[in-house]
């Protein structure tokens, strides 16, 4: 349609009565959220929203909200998965940063949450473990060989794993060491060079830059 050839009569603001406007303000200054008080006054929060823009009422500068726990739509309680468990604990007490079983700060080294029942759900039943004592742990070493074989070196008998979190010498390298035939005293006293290698094994070879 043309423009220019109707003629609109000038919209009047609407106005809100004052004894309305002055329960807004007082249930706002109060705390109340402007859907509150819509529900409250029997209105919608566009109306409110309208009346304290109208008014002078200064909004509040929403704050973020809270969707820890049962607040989050996501939250599924004692019904978490494996994954989900530890990403809660991780929330709650933050990340590791040191071994509570050897006492290793190293920051080179990586650190879990360990749980101590299989309780997952439970973010108290966790220690902070390091990489090499969560798998000692876990059992999971068991998979790299004999790690229950006792040694003796140095007037101390120890099982393999123990070795391990003795000397921070991964267990797997300890073990593969055995398996290749060198000595006890050697195996557990060969340092690690950058590469992996220990260095007894790079001597005499070229190394590349």
Known sequence: MP???YHRKPRTPRQYPGEMVAKVRALYDFGHTQEEIAASLLTTQKVIWRLMERHGIKARV????????????SWKGDAAKYAAAHLRVKSI???PSRCEQCGTTDARKKYDWASLTHNYTDVNDYKRLCRSCHHVFDGKARNLGDNRRLITHDGQTLSL???????GIKLSTLWCRLK??????????????PRGRSVSQSRGKEVRP
Do not use: F, M, Y
């Not at 929403?62 to 739509?73: E, L, S, V």
């Not at 290749?180 to 060079?193: F, K, Q, V």
């Open 93 to 95: 007490r933050g990340t």
């Open 3 to 5: 423009k220019g050839i």
């Open 62 to 73: 929403a704050a973020k909200r809270d969707q820890r726990g049962p607040r989050n739509h």
């Open 161 to 167: 794993s123990e070795w391990a979190v003795k000397t």
């Open 180 to 193: 290749a035939g060198r000595s006890i005293e050697d195996t557990l006293n060969a340092p690690i060079s």
